[in-house]
Every structure is written in C-alpha cells, then in structure tokens.
C-alpha cells in the first residue's frame, strides 16, 4: 500500500480518470506530498474512504491542474455505496466531500467556458480556406478493413461476413451474399437501361441526319425544280429531237447530284425517283413524249417536243402563260 492503512488507494486511483496504476501515475509525487502535511484537510478526518477522497479533491485545488483529470462520476458511485453500508453517518464528514465534489464540478464548468469564449475569438480572428475532401471523411474502421482484405489479414474473417444476416423492417431476413447477388441483379438492369438509351439516342441522331437530308417530299415541295432538273437532263443527253431513255435521264441526274454532295447511294435512288415521277409531269405538260418500246422489259423511251428551246423557264411562259416558273403548277 503507497498511503498506508489510514487511506485507501483503489479510491485514489478510481478518482484519477486515465490512471491505470498509482505507481506510474503522474500525480504520485503531488499525493505523497500532500498526504504527509499536517495541516492538509484530509488530516482532519477519519474514515480512510473519507480521507482518501479528500486527498484527492484538495490537490485538485491548485489551479495548474485540470479539473477534469477527477472522476466525478466514479465518486457519486462510491459515495452512494459508502452512504448505503454505513452503520451510522458522519453528516460533518460527507458536507465536506460535497463540499470538495461541488468545487472540482465548479472548476471543470469553469474550464469549458473558457475553452468556449477561447474558441469564438479564434474563430473571429482566423478564416479558414480548407474545403473538405476524402481527407476528412476518412474513417479508422474503414482503412483498417480496406487494409486487411487487401494484406490478406482479413481472410478468416471474410467468410463470417457473408453468412450474417441482415435484418430489415419487413419480411424474412437476408444473407449479404443474397444482397450482393440483388444487387448484380440490379447493376445488370441499370446496364440494360443504359444500353437501351444509347441505342434510343443512335436512332434519333440518325433520324435527325436524315430530315436534315430529305426536308419532305422531293416530288411535292420541289416540284418545280425537279422537273427542271430533269428537262435540263435530257437536254444534256439528247440532240435536238433524237429519243433518249430513262435511265440515261436518271444516270445524268446521278451525276449532277454527286457533283452537288450527294452520297453516290442516296443520289441513285434519288435520281431515279425524281426521273421517274417528273417525266410524268413533263408529259402530262407537253414539254416531252413518253414511249416504251415492245418486248419484255422494253425501256422507256423520252423524246424531246421542244429541240429548238435551251431555256426551261422560257418555254413554261410559251407553254403556260400564267404559271409561275418559280412556284408549284397546278395540273
């Protein structure tokens, strides 16, 4: 025993918060101090539970020593324990103990408030510039774990993990390993749906190329200008009033359209259609004769009625006095 018979040192040392040992204590040297003098407060009392708490409460006086170094809350313990054992009760001795109690509780109430009133100057007087990242997020827990599955620590306790069970608010309980697959299950959706938008935005982007191509009807909003094409086509291929074929016609038209930008694909299949369908108008108009010649599969054939006209728009107003060359013609 450090204090001898008159005091008791398990309740010095459940007072100290921190003190695993009195011997290697830091308040060792200050206690013994304390303990020999004579005129110290624990010396005026008799029970050795009494004094030793008193050892401690007065040396705790001393204002280079922080308050909340006393277990307070171990006191009320043993002060209650002590109360309900005792034959009879020292009233003298336990109002100075709570006497002593009360002045550690007002200097540890006095401590926070100073760190209080410190910490609002600080932050009045210093501006932070630091934004959080992952830095400050970081977790103990999580590094060690990350760190041990990684290092292979982890891997006898792996396993266990896998066999818990989580419990939810409803229905059965479930295995981590089911909500692992769940979640599979869900990452494999997410990708469907993923594939299924990307695949939905390739059809409106082509949709879009396409409009931007083709703006409507070739043969209705473009009327005119198709069957101009098409005239100055067989003009292009023809001498005079010498028969010439429809495809002939469409190769020319072929031709002028690559020549303008066209896709060689998209301007065959475009050069026949408008070959086709103008010729039609062209004869119905009396610009041309349309023919076919016998036989399986004979080719039709365009003759020219007009030879000794080059200009399209001069023959319109010669054919159709009140037709706009430039607008849509009524037939």
């Known amino acids: ?49 009494d004094r030793s708490v008193a050892l401690v ?3 705790f006086q001393s204002s280079d020593l922080d308050p909340w170094d006393v277990d307070l809350s171990s006191f009320i313990e043993m002060f209650n324990e002590r109360i309900d054992k005792a034959e009879n009760i020292d009233l ?34 210093v501006e932070w510039d630091f934004e959080g990242g992952w830095e400050a997020e970081f977790d103990d827990d999580e590094y060690n774990f990350s760190l041990g599955v990684m290092t292979g620590a982890a891997d006898e306790a792996l396993p266990s993990i896998f066999e818990g069970r989580i419990h939810r608010e409803e229905g059965r309980p479930v295995t981590l390993g089911e909500l692992l697959l769940g ?66 016609v469409a190769d020319q038209m072929n031709r002028d359209s690559i020549l303008h930008g066209l896709e060689e694909e998209e301007a065959i299949t475009e050069s026949q259609v408008t070959a086709f369908v103008s010729t039609l108008f062209l004869t119905n108009r009396g610009y041309i004769s349309l023919g076919q010649e016998s036989g399986y599969n004979g080719q039709i054939v365009l003759q020219d009625l007009w030879g000794e006209s080059e200009d399209y728009d001069e023959l319109t107003q010669r054919l159709h006095p009140t037709s706009d060359p430039t607008g849509a013609q009524n037939v």
């Open 1 to 49: 025993m450090i204090f001898g018979d008159q005091m008791r040192d398990d309740v010095v040392l459940r007072l100290l918060e921190g003190q695993s040992s009195l011997e290697t204590s830091k308040f060792l040297d200050r206690l013994m101090e304390l303990s020999s003098l004579e005129e110290a407060e624990h010396q005026f009392l008799v029970d050795p539970f």
């Open 57 to 59: 409460f007065q040396m």
């Open 92 to 125: 003298p001795s336990c109002g100075r103990m709570i006497r002593m109690a009360w002045s550690i509780l007002r200097g540890q109430a006095n401590s926070l408030i100073d760190r209080q009133e410190r910490a609002m100057d600080f932050e009045e007087e």
């Open 183 to 248: 979640l599979q299950d869900a990452s494999r959706l997410a990708d469907e749906q993923r594939t299924r938008e990307r695949i939905a935005k390739e059809r409106r982007e082509a949709h879009e190329k396409a409009r931007e191509r083709f703006s409507g009807s070739l043969h209705v909003e473009d009327l005119e200008g198709d069957l101009k094409r098409t005239w100055q086509a067989l003009k292009a291929r023809t001498r005079k009033s010498e028969p010439i074929s429809l495809s002939d």
